[in-house]
């Protein structure tokens, strides 16, 4: 739920609520990614948006005083909120920065859980700071951040930006409340050529304007880098880095984490590793709808590819990762068919199979919502794949073909695989069709692991 200001001067909570404040705020994760805190640890709570202007923030304090158990604070509210706190946190206080405010016994205390979420990160990446050299993009409040952690590690810190006058006040400000803080300043010309670690907090490379990145490439040592950006899910910064040498990070966890340690702040709540992974996981799978959406302008993702490169299996777990329904259209024309497509073929022939096939695709399409399985031939047919593409994002599993044989190995129900060389008329088959799979589709995924397909199928959209 989003709120305006004059909503919220109206609200009154049915249950305990907390709310996430900015301006403008549009549309954001956070109430989703609650509601699943929520329910992993039992509380029966709400969480709402509420658009809050700059001049309203005294009010809307008061207001979330009285209604409220707690808030959020993001861009433009994280440091005017301080004034208007009885206490605040020394990390936050350091940071000159509040993301979660806890309202209790009449005091309203500031909290900065992003730095919690920053460190999650790059503990669950193993990435170690102390003596590394560090090159951090930006000045910001999320650069505050990075740079307190990356100082209080240990961490040699460069900042670059595009205002340099910005920057050094950054700098100033880590040598107070870290004196032993090793900090420079120099300009995106003059970038050290050993950096290991490089860290984008800027916006650059932010959807709608994601194929756009503060550097045109990185320093040849770079080791890790981080995007606090998590929509795309693989920025252009990180495209720039080499994947055999280097790992990347997008700011995903980061957020699910400052939200985990927020959630601790107001109730108390605790949440193993495994419920923050799977709520994760489920934030990946929201975060690919919304850009299916608003990126893609499609309603639902549909799969192709060759038999038995995992199309069902993969489908079955995007539709439980994304709340998509699942939809497999072999399946589904045995059962408006009555029989199984090996009979089909058998006693009405090959054509016969291919013209149901189309009329249930074409049928299909005009669902909304769905993970959409096409069988192997599906796509040799134009229409067929005119038809998808008009309300769907055809993904291609490009799935190795000694996994395409382990698979069907274990299947005795292809009828055009009815042949005394089934391994050779595979590879014929394959061959025949592989270039056709990447021609129609919008996006190619290739890897022999299942849960490597089912993540990379999940941030390439």
């Not at 605790?270 to 990946?284: A, G, H």
Request: hydrophobic letters at 40%; a positive charge; glycine letters at 8%.
């Amino acid at each position: 739920m989003l709120l305006t200001m004059e909503d919220f001067r109206a609200f009154e909570p049915q249950k305990p609520t907390y709310a996430l404040i900015g301006w403008p705020l549009g549309h954001t994760m956070s109430p989703a990614l609650h509601a699943q805190l929520f329910a992993a640890s039992g509380q029966d709570a709400d969480y709402v948006g509420i658009a809050v202007p700059p001049d309203d923030l005294p009010e809307a304090i008061e207001l979330a005083r009285r209604k409220l158990r707690g808030i959020n604070c993001t861009i433009p509210h994280k440091k005017a909120v301080i004034p208007l706190l009885d206490a605040i946190d020394p990390a936050a206080r350091d940071l000159h920065s509040v993301n979660t405010v806890d309202f209790r016994d009449g005091r309203a205390t500031g909290y900065n859980t992003d730095i919690l979420g920053f460190a999650a990160s790059l503990v669950r990446d193993g990435i170690g700071l102390r003596g590394k050299k560090v090159l951090l993009l930006g000045y910001g409040g999320a650069a505050a951040v990075m740079a307190y952690h990356c100082a209080a590690q240990g961490a040699h810190l460069t900042i670059t930006g595009r205002d340099l006058e910005k920057a050094a006040v950054l700098q100033q400000q880590l040598h107070t409340t870290v004196p032993a803080a090793q900090v420079a300043v120099c300009s995106r010309r003059h970038i050290p050529r050993d950096i290991q670690i490089v860290l984008n907090s800027t916006p650059v490379g932010m959807f709608p304007k994601e194929n756009t990145a503060p550097l045109h490439y990185l320093p040849r040592k770079t080791e890790y880098v981080f995007d606090a950006i998590y929509n795309p899910p693989v920025t252009a910064t990180m495209r720039l880095a080499d994947r055999k040498k280097t790992k990347t990070r997008d700011g995903l966890y980061m957020l699910v984490m400052q939200a985990v340690h927020a959630q601790m702040i107001w109730s108390g709540a605790q949440f193993d590793p495994q419920t923050c992974e799977t709520v994760l996981r489920r934030t990946y799978g929201q975060m690919a709808v919304k850009r299916l959406h608003d990126k893609h302008g499609k309603r639902n993702i549909v799969l192709c590819g060759f038999m038995g490169s995992g199309k069902t299996t993969i489908g079955r777990k995007l539709a439980r990762l994304t709340g998509l329904a699942f939809v497999d259209v072999d399946q589904y024309l045995e059962a408006q068919e009555g029989k199984k497509i090996a009979a089909i073929f058998a006693e009405q022939g090959e054509a016969y199979f291919r013209d149901r096939e189309t009329a249930y695709i074409r049928e299909l399409s005009q669902r909304e919502g769905i993970v959409l399985s096409l069988g192997g031939g599906a796509v040799l047919r134009p229409e067929n794949v005119k038809a998808v593409r008009e309300t769907g994002l055809l993904i291609h599993l490009d799935t190795p073909f000694y996994r395409i044989l382990k698979n069907l190995s274990y299947s005795n129900d292809r009828p055009l695989l009815d042949r005394p060389d089934k391994q050779a008329e595979t590879r014929r088959l394959y061959n025949a069709r592989k270039a056709i799979y990447h021609r129609v589709s919008d996006i190619s995924v290739r890897s022999p692991k299942i849960s490597e397909v089912l993540e990379k199928v999940v941030k390439s959209i």
